[in-house]
């Protein structure tokens, strides 16, 4: 079953004392995931960002896992980080504008990362503003046919936040399928399915707010097949 | 320490991570972190480090992914807090 899992910290809302602490960081990542702090590419990076990094990578994953295991429970330290890599230089920027989405990260020089729980590995990409990270996993290594978005929220509501990011990707679906009169649901276990005349769609989908940003993930290759009743149908990017 | 006590206590350790200040205020053992009280799984974490630094115990990570709810959460604090007596 194809899946995806997204995840977005908002790095205003950090406790950097609490998360350089032990107690805490010790809860987020194991030891190997710490040696991996010390290792080339990362070297670079504040360490309280590595940890945030390290847990959004891992909510990311989680989020994928559940759609295949429901009644997977978030467990940081058992989803093991076995690498983090830069593909060249990072300088860290603002995240401007109020939304941002593509497809792919071929346009993001994006942290590229790879993760196992039990017999799973997975990858991800992330990528890292002065004001959040935003990371998303994907079980091939190529990310081509992931569309992503973020956007700054206007609210902390939590309710008003979940809206705001299903009004944001249904725009990004609507003008990608146009002909499908998409709209959100949930499965029987909670998790967020995309939804086609009230039938569920074979696009996997994940949401994420924290504070005051947002986003979405899901997959979409070129040549998408619904899994149901739904024709295949080709979209130009 | 009496599980009421622990209720009463733990009331005021979630206060700071939940905007849903009304079913703050009518928990019960069923009452769910993340869905009923709306609190950021990053803030489990939180919950968890002041758990421990107020009772004095030290919460495992198997332990922890019980906590999903208020009575898993009293129910770890004083399986713990017996543990070191």
């Not at chain 1, 960081?25 to 070297?43: N, T």
């Not at chain 1, 994953?61 to 060249?88: D, E, V």
């Not at chain 2, 959460?73 to 007596?85: A, H, L, R, S």
Request: glycine share 6%.
């Amino acid at each position: 079953m194809i899946s995806t899992g997204n995840d977005i910290i908002s790095l205003a809302h950090i406790n950097v004392l609490r998360t350089k602490d032990k107690q805490f960081f010790g809860k987020i990542i194991s030891p190997s995931d710490h040696q991996l702090f010390y290792c080339g590419d990362l070297a670079d990076l504040p360490f309280e960002i590595y940890v945030w990094l390290a847990w959004s990578i891992k909510e990311a994953a989680f989020k994928y896992l559940q759609r295949q295991m429901p009644s997977l429970i978030f467990s940081p330290l058992k989803i093991n980080i076995q690498s983090i890599l830069l593909t060249g230089e990072y300088p860290i920027k603002n995240f401007t504008g109020d939304q941002y989405e593509t497809s792919s990260f071929h346009a993001e020089n994006a942290y590229l990362g790879t993760v196992q729980y039990g017999s799973s590995v997975l990858h991800s990409r992330s990528v890292i503003y002065h004001e959040l990270i935003y990371s998303v996993v994907n079980e091939q290594e190529s990310f081509d046919n992931i569309w992503w978005g973020i956007q700054t929220l206007g609210t902390i509501d939590p309710d008003a936040q979940s809206a705001s990011v299903r009004l944001f990707i249904l725009k990004k679906l609507h003008a990608v399928l146009p002909h499908l009169n998409i709209t959100i649901g949930k499965s029987m276990d909670g998790i967020p399915v995309l939804l086609n005349e009230k039938k569920e769609m074979s696009i996997p989908v994940s949401f994420t707010h924290d504070h005051n940003y947002a986003g979405y993930s899901f997959v979409l290759g070129e040549s998408f097949s619904g899994s149901f009743d739904i024709p295949i149908v080709t979209f130009e990017d | 320490m009496d599980k009421l006590t622990i209720l009463d206590e733990l009331k005021k350790v979630l206060a700071p991570y939940t905007t849903n200040k009304e079913a703050l205020g009518s928990i019960n053992d069923q009452t769910d972190l993340i869905k009923d009280l709306k609190i950021n799984s990053a803030n489990i974490i939180d919950i968890i480090i002041d758990a421990e630094t107020k009772y004095g115990i030290e919460i495992d990570p198997d332990s922890a992914e019980k906590m999903s709810n208020v009575g898993s959460c009293i129910d770890v604090i004083m399986e713990k807090m017996n543990q070191k007596e």
